[in-house]
């Protein structure tokens, strides 16, 4: 099951990891201004944080394979979408459909790797597989631009393979997942979801840490090549170092956690280092450095939240993580989209204050 629950972040990572570095396509097929571009992305990542909050709160009730299910069949119809949109309301709808599926896909395979009993060693793994999404993604990107095809004939490849992986986990869960989860009455379920006392510490202390780095990922990703100055390392090859090294040391997790003794601290600061930087001369060479500093945080936070909360306590925990993380990204994009044409290096210090205040919470979370 680790393999089907890698399989669908990747897939869901390919798809997400696409509307970055497509935004300059976008822009100029759809004669866009940068500004209104920034709606792109915002639909996009609107769709994640309804479906999160929605899936997070019904999971129990849904089921597991049918929240894997229903996540791939609004992924199909969301590339579908994108892939024959020859305006840009198809194509803005298309995104709110991708990003709806991501609920489900993300809080899916997640609680898919849990019902096996994974380590949380293993989340470094898991989490890989996001990483070779965004690899993948700008290669597949710059060979469709040079096929002529562009982005349409991209998101057509996107349906057909979302329709093989549906096949492929319709097939694998048949036997190994019911189609309902185990009900519980109503009092006896609400009485487990409580949060009281140190329970309601550790479960929205991390919840905000996620929040604050993943605003300050997605933000930083988004405009990346928007910002970045030309030079000798193209954008699209930019974005595919950044996720190599992300991949990477996502992979190396259990290594890093054994070598490191405080990972946030030590990434925090060099990520606030090299985003300072970034800011301040555009060179996308420092943008893709911070692909191995943002690599290992998110599962390693993730990971130490798990091991904290009750096991009826996670699929509420991982909806709104997903939820609120896309909600903060959400912000931070359309914060630095109005920002960057004006007032530039400006844009650039909203990461990096919310990788600041990330490390700030890290301390208050471990005493």
């Known amino acids: 099951m680790i393999y089907v629950a890698m399989s669908l972040l990747f897939t869901y990572s390919l798809v997400l990891n696409s509307v970055a570095p497509l935004l300059n396509y976008f822009r100029s097929y759809f004669e866009l201004s940068v500004a209104s571009s920034s709606l792109i992305p915002v639909f ?29 069949f609004l992924l199909v119809t969301g590339t579908s979408s994108a892939a024959f949109s020859n305006s840009i309301a198809l194509l803005i709808l298309g995104m709110i459909l991708i990003g709806f599926s991501n609920g489900f896909g993300f809080t899916g395979a997640t609680m898919l790797l849990l019902t096996e009993g994974t380590k949380s060693s293993n989340f470094g793994l898991f989490h890989g597989a996001y990483g070779l999404g965004g690899i993948a993604a700008p290669l597949l990107i710059e060979l469709f631009n040079q096929l002529g095809t562009g982005f349409k004939g991209l998101y057509l490849t996107y349906t057909f393979l979302a329709v093989s992986l549906t096949l492929m986990v319709g097939k694998a869960t ?19 979801l409580k949060l009281t006392g140190e329970s309601r510490k550790v479960f929205i202390t991390y919840l905000i840490m ?17 910002y970045s100055k030309p030079g000798v390392v193209p954008t699209t090859l930019g974005y595919t170092v950044f996720w190599f090294l992300f991949t990477v040391t996502r992979f190396a997790l259990p290594i890093i956690e054994k070598t490191f003794r405080n990972i946030v601290l030590l990434n925090g600061t060099l990520l606030i280092i090299f ?18 500093f943002f690599g290992p945080l998110f599962p390693y936070i993730q990971s130490r939240a798990i091991r904290k909360i009750s096991e009826e306590l996670r699929p509420v925990f991982n909806g709104l993580t997903y939820s609120l993380t896309s909600l903060g990204g959400n912000l931070t994009v359309f914060l630095m989209g109005t920002l960057i044409e004006k007032f530039g290096i400006l844009s650039y210090m909203l990461p990096t204050s919310l990788i600041l205040t990330l490390v700030l919470s890290h301390f208050l979370a471990i005493k």
């Open 44 to 72: 996009l990542l609107s769709g994640t944080v309804l479906s999160n909050i929605f899936v997070g709160f019904i999971f129990n009730k849904l089921g597991l394979r049918r929240t894997l299910l229903v996540g791939l």
């Open 174 to 192: 048949a036997n190994a997942l019911p189609i309902e989860e185990t009900s519980v009455n109503n009092a006896e379920r609400k009485e487990k």
């Open 210 to 226: 996620l929040i604050f780095y993943s605003s300050a990922e997605i933000g930083t990703i988004t405009w990346a090549g928007t």
């Open 275 to 292: 985003l300072l930087l970034f800011a301040k001369t555009g060179n996308i060479t420092l943008f893709f450095t911070t692909g191995a």
